[in-house]
């Protein structure tokens, strides 16, 4: 149980194009979504913290124009990367919440690589 | 807000020796404290979890102490094998948020 859907796994595409990520949960109802960048040997940088129907919550220096979040349903939240550049290129992972309190496990996506050339 | 400190970035064992990993936080009031394991190229599986009114929790060769008094906690993983080779990270939950750690290279060497 548990799972968690991240598509596309690697994106490999030219600088200005818009790319879209999907983050879905497949067999559990995700009130809350996260959406983490991780570089080469480092650990999980939160972006932004997404609940269902409403707007997502931006860490600071996250640019919110660049970085588009939508979770327009319990199990889908989408990240939209705008006119991308080649310093965005990193390695993206979503991960969703169970309802059940804020104390509830959070379950990982397996990523997408985003190579912006 | 929540400091996490992980420790060692790196950890070399023997295959049938045991690993133990260490976090430290800084608010006391994190009240779960998850870990995960994640593998090159994939996304971090939760793999045991504790929650602040226990010590100590055992799932077969894993186990995770939380010592709410020191804030710390640890991982335990016994009779290691080649396949636990990935990096670890621990986290702790305060408010809506996780903090990470900045994770621990295991290495087992058959």
């Known amino acids: 149980g548990a799972v968690v859907s991240q598509h596309p796994s690697w994106v490999i595409c030219k600088s200005g194009t818009s790319v879209k990520i999907e983050c879905r949960s497949l067999?559990?109802?995700?009130?809350?979504m996260f959406w983490y960048r991780q570089f080469p040997k480092q650990s999980l940088m939160l972006m932004a913290t997404?609940?269902?129907?409403?707007?997502?919550?931006?860490e600071q220096g996250v640019e919110k124009d660049k970085f588009l979040i939508n979770h327009a349903s319990l199990t889908l939240s989408t990240l939209t990367v705008t006119s991308a550049h080649p310093e965005d290129s990193s390695f993206y992972i979503c991960s969703a919440r169970q309802r059940g309190g804020f104390n509830q496990p959070q379950h990982f996506g397996d990523g997408t690589r985003l190579s912006i050339l | 807000g929540e400091n996490v400190e992980q420790h060692p970035s790196t950890l070399s064992v023997q295959e049938g020796d045991s690993a133990v990993i260490k976090c430290t936080y800084s608010?006391?009031?994190?009240?779960?404290f998850p870990w995960y394991k994640q593998e090159l190229g994939k996304g971090p599986q939760l793999i045991i979890d504790i929650r602040s009114n226990v010590g100590e929790k055992k799932d077969q060769r894993i186990a995770v102490t939380l010592n709410k008094t020191a804030k710390h906690f640890s991982l335990h993983i016994t009779e290691t094998q080649p396949e636990d080779s990935a990096v670890y990270f621990c986290a702790s939950h305060t408010g809506n948020q996780f903090y990470f750690g900045t994770g621990t290279s295991l290495t087992v060497i058959p």
């Open positions: 608010d006391s009031a994190s009240n779960y």
């Open positions: 067999d559990f109802q995700a009130t809350t």
């Open positions: 997404s609940n269902e129907g409403s707007k997502a919550t931006y």
